[in-house]
T-cell receptor, first 114, second 109 residues
Framework: KAGVTQTPRYLIKTRGQQVTLSCSPISGHRSVSWYQQTPGQGLQFLFEYFSETQRNKGNFPGRFSGRQFSNSRSEMNVSTLELGDSALYLC?????????????FGPGTRLTVL | GQNIDQPTEMTATEGAIVQINCTYQTSGFNGLFWYQQHAGEAPTFLSYNVLDGLEEKGRFSSFLSRSKGYSYLLLKELQMKDSASYLCAVWDSNYQLIWGAGTKLIIKP
């Protein structure tokens, strides 16, 4: 099976712009979670989508939003970018059910805001 | 609040054994994960513990004590390729994963 893919891998934007990141989960996985990773902060949970519905949400401002399509692909949007949004954005997919529900991560999108 | 503590950095010697600790205070508990993340790469799954005790998987073992809110990852016969960050994550009562900041492990020859 192909792994989790994310596009683009690198992105440079300026303050005030908006950005859309894409994630394609492992075939058959219905859950997609998004994380922000910055040095020293660890992984900060943004939100999780399961079967096109947001199932869980972290403590990020409303500028961060997402959606999931019927084929389980997911997009994350950040509007009005701030310098502090520079980070590695990771998505992880899982089957979304069962006791273990191991998450498998994509390679990430490195966003730089200038 | 929810909190997961791990040492920021550890150093060990090739061929030796190292134990990376993780303590947690979360709203409920539905399991604990360990992930490995090499610099510039995505985290990869190492282990999952939901019951107390030791889970062994080759050179890596993970231990859990739910009553103490404590886990450790034990790496044996260290190799240079084990140099990476090790992330501890806990599933809380809402099945939301709470992540530690990670432990950077440096292996010296």
């Amino acid at each position: 099976k192909a792994g989790v893919t994310q596009t683009p891998r690198y992105l440079i934007k300026t303050r005030g712009q908006q950005v859309t990141l894409s994630c394609s989960p492992i075939s058959g996985h219905r859950s997609v979670s998004w994380y922000q990773q910055t040095p020293g902060q660890g992984l900060q949970f943004l939100f999780e989508y399961f079967s096109e519905t947001q199932r869980n949400k972290g403590n990020f401002p409303g500028r961060f939003s997402g959606r999931q399509f019927s084929n389980s692909r997911s997009e994350m949007n950040v509007s009005t970018l701030e310098l502090g949004d520079s980070a590695l954005y990771l998505c992880a997919s899982s089957d979304g059910q069962g006791d273990t529900d191991t998450q498998y991560f994509g390679p990430g999108t490195r966003l730089t805001v200038l | 609040g929810q909190n997961i503590d791990q040492p920021t950095e550890m150093t060990a010697t090739e061929g030796a054994i190292v134990q990376i600790n993780c303590t947690y205070q979360t709203s409920g508990f539905n399991g604990l994960f360990w992930y490995q993340q090499h610099a510039g790469e995505a985290p990869t799954f190492l282990s999952y513990n939901v019951l107390d005790g030791l889970e062994e998987k080759g050179r890596f073992s993970s231990f859990l004590s739910r009553s103490k809110g404590y886990s450790y990852l034990l790496l044996k016969e260290l190799q240079m390729k084990d140099s990476a960050s090790y992330l501890c994550a806990v599933w809380d009562s809402n099945y939301q994963l709470i992540w530690g900041a990670g432990t950077k492990l440096i292996i010296k020859p």
